[in-house]
């Protein structure tokens, strides 16, 4: 099939495979234009023009982790100087600063933690609760919940129950990197394998805990695999519905193994804006919000994305730790810088709610 020809089918909305979505990211130049005004046209009927945000912070309370993640530069070990693991009160006093600046979202992650039990992360959310029984609590991904899953000799059902009667709201969808055991017995060998990563986010979409999906692109992976990526998502929605967006992940590499190996692709500005029109393109009818990440992509980048198929500015953040380990410049942007990008655009900036009801 023809690109013009994929485009159309994209412009009909219909499903794309993964040989077509793999065409669309090997596309350039003139077709490159194409592709993101088609993605931009798809994201105005389905999404209109309103860009949303959500006013978050992150809590990353321990930096311990017993992967050895080679894309990852925030882990430290249990001995390092820079090791640390936040105390119930100092996630409280976090919390507190948060809601005083109009958070209405914590996003709580952190490393495996030998030293962490169950019950820590249960107290965790305790601590959160005891702040403010209406903060969305978004926390804890699958590699999280699995670990927290052996840690207490609970199926993973269980857990996710528990943690979700403790004050659990919704769950980040990282961890996925990309869903093909090729890429991650590179990347991290250690992680959890492609299947256990969708089993666990099919049950936290069984017991009404919504989910974001993400795909971390920028390494190891080949086209076929991104587009690959993007239909497992699409299968996973048809079959739950419970995810609220797809968040690109830009690979942040300073301080990697991946790095020092060589094995990190020199992405231009075009590779960017290509993978989220695609996204939206392959997704379309079953994922609405394609989030764009200022922290991976830096201000500019991630509003350029907006003219190719995203309609979410991704959240305030407040203190953003993982990507700043591994490069990163900022760890925080005010509402206000966020509406003038959005502004700046032609569009219309709209906060959020978690699971994207408008305020």
Known sequence: MSME?????????????????????????????????????????EVGNTVTYVVNRNINFTNICKNSCKFCAFRRLKNHSEAYTLTKKEVQTKTQKAVERGATEICLQGGLNPSLEFENYLEYLEAIREVSPEIHIHGLSP????????????????????????????????????????????ICPNKIRSGKWEKIIKTCHELGLPTT????????????????HFVKLREIQKETGGFTELVPLAFASKN?????????????????????????????????????????????????????GVNDF???????????????????????????????????????????ALK
């Open 314 to 356: 991704s959240g305030t953040l407040i203190e953003e730790n993982i990507t700043r380990a591994a490069g990163g410049k900022l760890e925080q942007m005010k509402p206000q810088r966020i509406r003038k990008l959005i502004k700046n655009t032609g569009r219309t900036p709209r906060e959020r709610t978690t699971t994207y």
């Open 5 to 45: 020809e994929i485009l159309e089918k994209g412009r009909r909305k219909e499903e794309l495979t993964v040989a077509e979505g793999t065409r669309l990211l090997k596309c350039k130049d003139s077709e490159l234009k194409k592709l993101l005004k088609t993605a931009d046209r798809v994201r105005e009927e």
């Open 213 to 228: 999906s993400t795909i971390m692109y920028g390494h190891v992976e080949t086209p076929d695999e991104i587009a690959s």
């Open 256 to 308: 990697t193994e991946l790095r020092e190996k060589g094995l990190v692709k020199n992405l231009t500005q075009k590779d960017h804006l290509k993978l989220h029109a695609v996204a939206r393109l392959m997704l379309v009818g079953w994922i609405d919000n394609i989030q764009t990440s200022w922290v991976k992509l830096g201000p500019k980048l991630a509003q350029k994305t907006l003219n190719a």
């Open 143 to 186: 590699a999280e919940i699995n670990h927290l899953s052996k840690k207490s000799n609970l199926e993973i059902k269980e857990t996710i129950q528990k943690l979700k009667e403790a004050g659990l709201n919704s769950v980040p969808g990282t961890a996925a990197e990309i869903l093909t055991n090729r890429v991650r017995k590179i």
